[in-house]
Structure formats: C-alpha cells, structure tokens
C-alpha cells in the first residue's frame, strides 16, 4: 500500500486546510485510517482515526470539535478537515493505514505511512 498526504500549507490562526491522503495498492475499503502529526521536538501524536467501512471515528482531545476525519472508498482517498487551526497546530501531519476493521490510535499498530505533509500556523 502507498500513501501520498497532500493538502498543507500555512494559514493563519483561525483558517482552514483540508488535508487529503490518496491510496494505491490494495483495495483502499479494507483499510483503517489515521492521522498524525509530529511537531519539531515532540513524539508523533495521534490526531484522527477512522474505520474502514462503517465510518467509526475517533479524536485526540485537543482537535475534537475542530477536525472532521473522513473517507471517499470510491476514490481510494482519505481526508482531514481541519477548522478553526492553531498555532499549536503546527506540525508535519501523517497518513497511515492497516488492515483492519476498527481504528486504531498508536503509531505503532499502522502499517503503512505516507510521506507527510507540512502544516503552518500563524497567529
């Protein structure tokens, strides 16, 4: 399975991106999906999950109410809306999939990672 993360920028405080994260490889349906992000300094931390079919989701506190985590199994792509950014939001973001029904939220339970797509935010 590849990953290819697209969709960042820099915006101000206040703005809006939606991060998009096409599959190829294998059929895109039997994947969960997650975002991350990795700010410079910090670990990877869990943003978003979604499951592979039934449209599970879920948040890292610190987003929830802000970004939306969806899915398009028509076209093999993944995407993360993001509202009302922050500063603190400011990191390299990551797709990542597996197979696998539900979701997940550690790092370490994905298989696959796309490349990783640069988020900036201004106050």
């Known amino acids: 399975v590849q990953l290819q993360a697209s969709g960042g920028g820099e915006v101000q405080a206040g703005d809006f991106l939606r991060l998009s994260c096409a599959a190829s490889?294998?059929?895109?349906?039997?994947?969960?999906m997650g975002w991350f992000r990795q700010a410079p300094g910090k670990e990877r931390e869990f943003v978003a999950a979604?499951?592979?079919?039934?449209?599970?989701?879920h948040y890292a506190d610190s987003v929830k109410g802000r970004f939306t985590i969806s899915r398009d199994n028509a076209k093999n792509t993944g995407f993360l809306q993001m509202n009302s950014l922050k500063s603190e939001d400011t990191a390299v973001y990551y797709c990542?999939?597996?197979?696998?029904?539900?979701?997940?939220?550690?790092?370490?339970?994905?298989?696959?990672w796309g490349q990783g797509t640069q988020v900036t935010v201004s106050s």
């Open positions: 990542a999939a597996v197979y696998a029904r539900l979701y997940y939220t550690v790092p370490n339970q994905f298989d696959y």
């Open positions: 979604i499951s592979r079919t039934i449209g599970n989701t």
């Open positions: 490889g294998r059929p895109f349906n039997q994947l969960a």
